[in-house]
């Protein structure tokens, strides 16, 4: 089996900031592209960032120069750090990742973790 599971989330005051996390475990061979998307109320969920294996880097508009995205890979743990939050960041923010894994079959398959929630609020 395969588990992606965040931390970090909370409330946070606007243009405060938040680190997320999201540790990968289980039967992985490999990780390839790793990303975060966010829902909020009402809402579709969306991209907020994505990050290759080998460090290629896909911002959202609407957090680019706000956020940033990383991997360690010996780690398997993906994180993002949010500066200037604004409420219309409030969402619930999912790890999302392609996974080979070590049994069969291999795949690539897509995993989501289960969610955080990030409010942004005074």
């Known amino acids: 089996q395969v588990q992606l599971v965040e931390s970090g989330g909370g409330l946070v005051q606007p243009g405060g900031s938040l680190g997320l996390s999201c540790a990968a475990s289980?039967?992985?061979?490999?990780?390839?592209?790793m990303g975060w998307y966010r829902q909020a109320p009402g809402k579709q969920r969306e991209l907020v960032a994505t990050?290759?294996?080998?460090?290629?880097?896909d911002y959202a508009d609407s957090v680019k120069g706000r956020v940033t995205i990383s991997r360690d890979n010996a780690k398997s743990t993906l994180y993002l750090q949010m500066n200037s939050l604004k409420p219309e960041d409030t969402a619930v923010y999912y790890c999302?990742?392609?996974?080979?894994?070590?049994?069969?079959?291999?795949?690539?398959?897509?995993?989501w973790g289960q969610g955080t929630q990030v409010t942004i609020s005074s």
């Open positions: 289980g039967t992985i061979l490999e990780i390839y592209n």
């Open positions: 999302n990742a392609y996974i080979l894994r070590t049994i069969l079959p291999r795949g690539p398959y897509e995993y």
């Open positions: 990050v290759t294996r080998d460090g290629t880097i």
